[in-house]
């Protein structure tokens, strides 16, 4: 079994993964807005669903830079 080493993210890695955790905190925010505001119970559920979804996503990229966190520079390149 083979040892991977963790490499550094590069800058554009580190921004599209950022991207990402404001894009899914966004949709967090207007589904939790839709299921506040429907009075449709189906509708609701779903939105509940996709928040759970949502927030695993948004955990497993926080996760995924704080593993990295090590690995980044500590001087501006």
Known sequence: MQSTQM??????ELE???D????????I???AATAGSTQNQAVRQ???????SHTQH???????LQ????????QPQ
Do not use: R, V
């Open 67 to 74: 593993q990295h966190q090590q690995y980044a520079p500590t």
């Open 7 to 12: 490499q550094a993210l590069s800058g554009k």
């Open 46 to 52: 779903i939105c509940i669903q996709h928040i759970q």
């Open 29 to 31: 925010k207007q589904l």
């Open 58 to 64: 948004m955990g497993m990229l926080t996760q995924m």
């Open 16 to 18: 599209y993964i950022a």
């Open 20 to 27: 990402s955790i404001s894009n899914e905190d966004l949709l």
